[in-house]
């Protein structure tokens, strides 16, 4: 295949020339929220667009990268703050690396046996996701979470592993009007 290039605004997020813009509303990932009544109450009322991802497609083929933007809109679910749903790769070893653009943010990760690790994105956060890491992203701002990332494209993603454990191991609500860290008291290791 050739060389090529795409432009990403820095501000939006947007990818000009992605091949695929997908996105996730509240109703899509409503069980991933712990404030069940929250999420019916917001869904009487419409279904919220949470994030969404641009993608520049390549082959899915090992040797290949994969970029794309995530943007994880502004809001909550109760104290919960919008997130993405979270996945490990499909292939455990495959790694990963998230530069944040704008906004304000924590990258949740975690291993099948047991570590756990929440990070502060911010822009210009170079965050490196190991192999066997699950990822999840949380927006803490009041404006679009943005960032970048690039991963291998054979790397596939297992959501439903993360629906098992009953999400992640930390979770991120607002108390007092600020973030704060908690341990989500569902969370089942695997
Ligand atoms: C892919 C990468 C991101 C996420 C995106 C949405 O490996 O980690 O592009 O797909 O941030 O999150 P999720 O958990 O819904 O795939
Ligand atoms: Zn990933």
Known sequence: MEPFSR???L???????????????LSEMRD???????????????????????????????????????????GRVGSEYYMTKGHYHKKRDRAEVYLCLSGQGYLLLQTEEGASQAMELEPGTAAYVPPHWAHRTVN?????????????????????????QHGFSLMVCERGGRPALEKNPHFKRR
């Open 7 to 9: 432009t990403v605004d």
């Open 11 to 25: 501000a939006t997020g947007k990818i000009s020339g992605a091949s695929n813009h997908w996105v996730r509303h």
């Open 32 to 74: 991933m929220y712990q404030d069940q009544g929250a999420v019916a109450e917001i869904l009487r009322a419409g279904d919220p667009l949470i994030y969404e991802v641009y993608e520049i497609a390549v082959p899915e083929e090992e040797g290949q990268l994969i970029q794309c933007v995530t943007i994880i809109h502004p």
């Open 140 to 164: 803490v701002g009041d404006r679009p979470l943005v960032f970048y990332g690039v991963y291998p494209a054979d790397a596939g993603h297992d959501y439903e592993a993360i629906e098992e």
